[in-house]
């Protein structure tokens, strides 16, 4: 593991089969969006200056995946390659990374995402402590130390999410909040519930996520929103991409009823809807500023000691 440089972070390499190369940076814990947004910017820089035999990368929460031609270049070649793109990586603070605004409407607690939390209660787990009364809101709301119901709203409304990579599956974002003050944590489903709809949005540790498809869950559910994965290819839909939400993009929510939420996805299933996205780019130095700010710094640490005190007081499931 070579050392640091300064303000950079601790780098360690890790062979992942045959024809990969798994990058860490930094320690696993607390996450810290300063390690995703370096993560970004090597996968970038790499994309701009590509080494001949590097195939593909793919960032993580922080880490990136290297995928290479071992018949191209040897294992110990991408390692002195990757350790030169570090080298030229400019400071944090100089950071501007691609990053498109995605706007997106939510419907909180919605009646499919009960759908869900009722099946679950029936068929697999009916004394689960996160399904109390059909939902997992009001288990989010107790275990982040919320007063009610509004003021889990607020934060998720109040911050921009930050797409810090797309992964388990093909088109699922996990996003963390660009505020600190709207940092949110949750307890995973045990067992996993064996269905989630489509368009759900769900929180599970640190990262809200939405889900592309119906498929098996873990996350805590909390409302809707529209498609953001389109394999077939309606007019209009997400345009070139199949995939809406791409990793570094910045999504804001904004409330609507269900039955607004319901006619927005029937125009989207009908190919007559326009996602509100706007292409740009995100200076580090804007988040940076944002956790200097004393103001800022002294809320975020007073809801996180008030959460910590909350987890201590709810049951696991």
């Not at 996805?265 to 996205?277: A, L």
Request: aromatic share 8%; hydrophobic share 40%; net charge negative.
């Amino acid at each position: 593991m070579p050392a640091a440089a300064p303000s950079r972070p601790d780098v360690t390499y890790r062979t992942a089969g045959d024809r990969a190369l798994l990058v860490e940076y930094g320690p696993p814990l607390p996450v810290d969006l300063g390690l995703n947004f370096f993560a970004h910017a090597s996968a970038r820089r790499l994309e701009e200056n590509p080494v001949r035999g590097v195939l593909e990368v793919a960032p993580g929460l922080r880490s990136l995946l290297v995928h290479y031609d071992p018949e191209t270049i040897r294992h110990d070649a991408v390692i002195a390659a990757m350790d030169q793109l570090h080298r030229e990586i400019p400071e944090p603070g100089s950071l501007v990374l691609p990053s498109r605004r995605v706007k997106l409407p939510i419907a909180f607690d919605d009646s499919t995402s009960r759908e869900a939390v009722e099946r679950y209660q029936i068929t697999t787990r009916p004394d689960a402590p996160n399904a109390v009364d059909g939902n997992n809101v009001d288990y989010l709301v107790r275990s982040n130390g919320l007063p009610n119901r509004e003021a889990l709203y607020s934060r998720i409304l109040e911050s921009q999410w930050w797409n810090a990579f797309t992964g388990f599956y093909p088109g699922l974002p996990s996003l963390l909040p660009l505020d600190p003050r709207s940092e949110l944590v949750a307890p995973k489903y045990n067992p996993a519930r064996s269905w989630t709809p489509e368009g759900a949005v769900a929180f599970g540790g640190p990262c809200l996520v939405i889900h592309p498809i119906e498929s098996p869950g873990s996350y805590q559910l909390f409302g809707r929103t529209l498609p953001i994965c389109d394999l077939v290819r309606r007019p209009r839909a997400h345009r070139a991409d199949p995939i809406l939400i791409h990793p570094g993009d910045r999504i804001s929510f904004y409330r609507v009823e269900e039955a607004e939420l319901i006619e927005l996805r029937r125009q989207v299933f009908e190919g007559r809807y326009d996602y509100d996205i706007e292409p740009g780019r995100y200076a580090v130095a804007d988040h940076l500023a944002v956790q200097a700010d004393p103001a800022v710094a002294a809320e975020a640490a007073k809801r996180r000691a008030d959460r910590v005190a909350a987890q201590e007081l709810v049951k696991i499931p």
